[in-house]
């Protein structure tokens, strides 16, 4: 019996037990009509699926995002490894665990990467777009700084929106240099800056700083018209021309490129075009990331559901 394992050691045959995060949790039922739990737990250094064979709880969903300790076996099912847990439980007061080893966190300093996000808002030379920047940066800093990215798709770890931002602002940059003669380089990058920025309101997460939910909020209005409102109210405070603030809600508002995939509005200028293409830049290139840590040199994944395929990983 091995403890703590992480789970990115964890081979076919290992008994393990320890502390790990619950990170997704559902109770289902089998063929033969006996409950089961279907869970992914996890660790800093990534998650695997777990399954525990006639349990109905207590937990579930609604430990989702929250510590547990277990006992199982890893084995093998269709190619991936598979927990299949003996016990499990929420932890108790008097348990002794180490926080910092369960929570994925962005591969980043984030000290230092919130300054150069600060550094780039500061640079813009448009007066009005970098006013609207900083104030709503001022507004939701502290949250923005370590929120996730996302819920499981990318960027799904602690401070993973400052990563994926400061990331696509450093891209926005350079390609505005690229296209001086189409693109206006301040509305770009402060479009940038801002287009996930209202995912602090939208996501609900646990005392560990992991997305678990949606907020009511998040799932009626979502964060593209939540930060275009942001921008309007931001933009009205501080008298930008109405223009400005327009086309910086529409920014946010099409970034997500077409409705199929959450777009408010398709991109209709330079600028909103090459954020869409940015974000969806930034978040394969994570995806590939997050997918070949956990690959040996010279092999292909299993299929990845956000790219619809298999990847491989060269030399």
């Known amino acids: 019996m091995e403890y703590n394992k992480w789970v990115a050691d964890l081979a076919v045959g290992d008994e393990i037990e320890g502390f790990y995060i619950l990170k997704t949790a559902q109770i289902k039922t089998s063929n033969s009509g006996k409950p089961f739990l279907a869970a992914a737990v996890a660790d800093r250094s990534g998650s695997i699926d777990a399954k525990c064979w006639d349990y109905a709880g207590p937990l579930g969903a609604q430990e989702e995002g929250s510590v547990i300790k277990l006992r199982g076996t890893v084995s093998e099912y269709r190619g991936t490894l598979q927990l299949i847990l003996s016990r499990l439980r929420p932890v108790q007061a008097d348990d ?9 966190v962005a591969p980043i300093d984030t000290d230092a990467g919130w300054r150069e996000l600060l550094d780039m808002a500061e640079g813009i030379g448009d007066e009005d777009y970098r006013a609207v920047c900083q104030r709503v940066l001022e507004q939701y800093g502290p949250r923005f700084r370590s929120l996730p990215g996302g819920k499981s798709m990318h960027h799904s770890f602690v401070s993973g929106l ?10 926005a940059k350079q390609l505005a240099e690229v296209y001086p003669e189409v693109v206006d380089r301040d509305l770009l990058v402060a479009g940038v800056i801002l287009h996930d920025v209202a995912k602090c309101d939208e996501f609900v997460t646990s005392p560990l700083g992991l997305v678990t939910e949606y907020s009511v909020k998040g799932e009626l209005l979502g964060h593209l018209v939540m930060g275009a409102q942001a921008v309007a109210s931001a933009a009205a405070e501080l008298g930008i021309p109405e223009e400005k603030s327009v086309l910086l809600q529409h920014m946010l508002l099409s970034h997500h490129g077409e409705p199929e995939f959450g777009a408010a509005m398709r991109p209709v200028c330079a600028e909103s075009e090459l954020l869409s293409m940015i974000d969806l830049i930034d978040s394969r290139m994570e995806i590939y990331r997050e997918t070949m840590e956990e690959m040996e040199v010279g092999s292909f994944s299993k299929r990845v559901f956000a790219l619809d395929r298999k990847i491989y990983r060269h030399r």
């Open 96 to 104: 002794r665990y180490d926080l910092g080893e369960l929570v994925p």
């Open 162 to 171: 400052l990563m994926h931002t400061l990331y696509m602002a450093r891209i």
